[in-house]
């Protein structure tokens, strides 16, 4: 039994460790160490470790057990930006802002039915149907801002745009100053990067030569999209830190919560779904392990007062995202 608590001890101070390093996303860029990034996508695992090897020492009335529940306080916050719980997520402000990667649209009219029936003031878009023959048209929607692959949909007047991400890759972000009965807010639409991934890259084999060349070139795959990232936030910056008005910004940043993407693209700004949402945060869920890649943040001044991930939407391979605030 020595044996066995002595591996199991050395394992969770390993989860420990581990857990530790990903919070240096905020301050270690990929490009600098990538292996920081990849502990945030196994965030969900190295957690769920950790809690089962606490409860295994508190059943077992090991003193130990007080240090790791000590430890799991510093984890707190990068566990409520994936599940949270408010009991005061159910009020309305007076703007109403849905985030939706559409995944091309494939589905017009069923796109079209959601986004009417929800009634939104600000629609973000992501992966717009390019190619597609029906092009989404909202009657309500006078202002419309749009890229290759994001679009911004207001009911109120643009006073300015534009587009942030100027490579020539397939990340995009826009910008719209918008008025807002006399209040003018930045609203920031942004599509980070993808990866590129498909379900046959992630699935294990019998041979282990192939599992071996799987691991590599998925290694490679994520460190080049998390290095894209970093040049992509850099151009998206300048246009969060010298904004004149509050900014709300969202979309998918195709990065997961505690990443370097998240923590720099929402430095000074209110997760939403932290501030008012609860349950799961997951909006992505093509595989069978659903993730958290699209958000809303606010500045301070810009008070989130609902938010909720709309699951019986399966018009794309991510759910909408919803969100009211008040505006002062």
Partial sequence: MRIIRFIFTLLHLVVFFALSAMLLNSMVSP??????????????????????LTIIWILNFKKRAIVFLLGLLMF????RRWINYNDNSHQKGNLKVITYNVHSAPRIPALKAFLESENPDII????????????????????IVESTIVEIYSKFPVKNSGELVKD????????????INGTTIRFINIYLEPFYLH?????????????????????ARLAESFR???????????????????????????????????????????????????????????????????????SPSIKATHYRVKRDIEISDHFPVISHFKIK
């Fill in 31 to 52: 490009k600098v160490f990538k292996w920081l990034n990849f502990l945030s996508l196994a965030f969900p695992i190295l957690i769920t470790v950790y809690v089962m």
């Fill in 76 to 79: 707190f916050n990068p566990i």
């Fill in 124 to 143: 973000f878009l992501q992966e717009k149907a390019v190619n597609s023959k029906n092009k989404l048209e909202l009657s309500a929607f006078k202002y």
């Fill in 168 to 179: 020539k890759n397939n990340g995009h972000a826009l910008f719209a100053d918008i008025d």
């Fill in 199 to 219: 379900k046959e890259m992630l699935l294990p084999t019998r041979d282990q030569k192939v599992n071996e060349e799987k691991a590599k070139k998925l290694e």
């Fill in 228 to 298: 894209l990232h970093e040049d992509q936030i850099a151009d998206i910056l300048p246009a969060i830190k010298n904004s004149p008005y509050p900014i709300i910004l969202g979309g998918d940043f195709n990065s997961v919560p505690n990443s370097y993407e998240y923590y720099h693209l929402g430095e000074n700004l209110i997760d939403a779904f932290m501030e008012v949402g609860s349950g799961s945060g997951t909006s992505f869920h093509d595989y069978k392990m659903p993730i958290r890649i699209d958000y809303l943040f606010s």
